[in-house]
């Protein structure tokens, strides 16, 4: 059973994960993007950390619903309403339980997964978050697999011509580079099974 110690725990992973990776994250999006998606996510995982840490949450959902938040209102661009929508989505999807089980994470999971896709129009293939996030849900239950998948499918994106966001605009120049969208997702799912593995 996982609680909101458990999901505090992977969003301050993930915030560690994103400030040591800022600048690859602001590099990939400077060939297809605006240059912003390092800078854009380090503010809003250090804003979702500093708010979890003066209101904790009591269940997982209250904490995911608090991160999401936090995110849209911290983040500009597409990434804090797309991570937003993720992580509330995620939250409303477990309730008010204390507890959760891992296929309840991942049913969530997958609920957030399913707004993302309907709010940006996107599909996996389209060069966007969901080709990692997408991978990484249905490894789940097994964390060490989904971070795993989540990795995967942020270097799949690499000889993808994108077809959503900003850098569909560079047509097959956008091709030969890294969703920057998905690689954050991946540092997400990372610290997910990171702090899994801990626990187990």
């Known amino acids: 059973m996982r609680d909101a110690g458990f999901v505090r725990r992977w969003l301050a992973t993930t915030a560690r994960a994103v400030e040591r990776d800022a600048d690859r994250l602001t590099e990939l999006d400077s060939a297809i993007g605006d240059a912003d998606h390092g800078s854009n996510m380090r503010r809003g995982m250090?804003?979702?950390?500093?708010?979890?840490?003066?209101?904790?949450?009591?269940?997982?959902?209250?904490?995911?619903?608090?991160?999401?938040?936090?995110?849209?209102?911290?983040?500009?661009?597409?990434?804090?309403?797309?991570?937003?929508?993720?992580?509330?989505?995620?939250?409303?999807?477990?309730?008010?339980?204390?507890?959760?089980?891992?296929?309840?994470?991942?049913?969530?999971?997958?609920?957030?997964?399913?707004?993302?896709?309907?709010?940006g129009g996107a599909a996996p293939g389209d060069?966007?978050?969901?080709?990692?996030?997408?991978?990484?849900?249905?490894?789940?239950?097994?964390?060490?697999?989904?971070?795993?998948?989540?990795?995967?499918?942020?270097?799949?994106?690499?000889?993808?011509?994108?077809?959503?966001?900003r850098a569909s605009y560079l047509g097959e120049r956008s091709m030969g580079h890294m969703d920057p969208g998905a690689a954050s997702a991946a540092l997400l799912f990372g610290a997910l099974a990171e702090v899994a593995a801990a626990d187990d």
């Open 46 to 119: 250090t804003a979702v950390a500093a708010a979890l840490e003066k209101e904790p949450g009591g269940t997982p959902g209250a904490v995911l619903l608090l991160a999401g938040r936090t995110l849209v209102s911290t983040v500009g661009g597409a990434s804090g309403p797309l991570y937003g929508t993720l992580l509330r989505r995620a939250g409303k999807a477990l309730g008010d339980a204390e507890q959760v089980t891992d296929d309840e994470l991942r049913t969530a999971l997958g609920a957030g997964a399913d707004a993302v896709a309907q709010l």
């Open 127 to 165: 060069k966007t978050m969901l080709d990692t996030v997408r991978p990484a849900i249905e490894a789940l239950p097994d964390y060490a697999a989904a971070g795993a998948a989540a990795a995967r499918g942020a270097e799949d994106t690499v000889p993808l011509r994108a077809r959503k966001g």
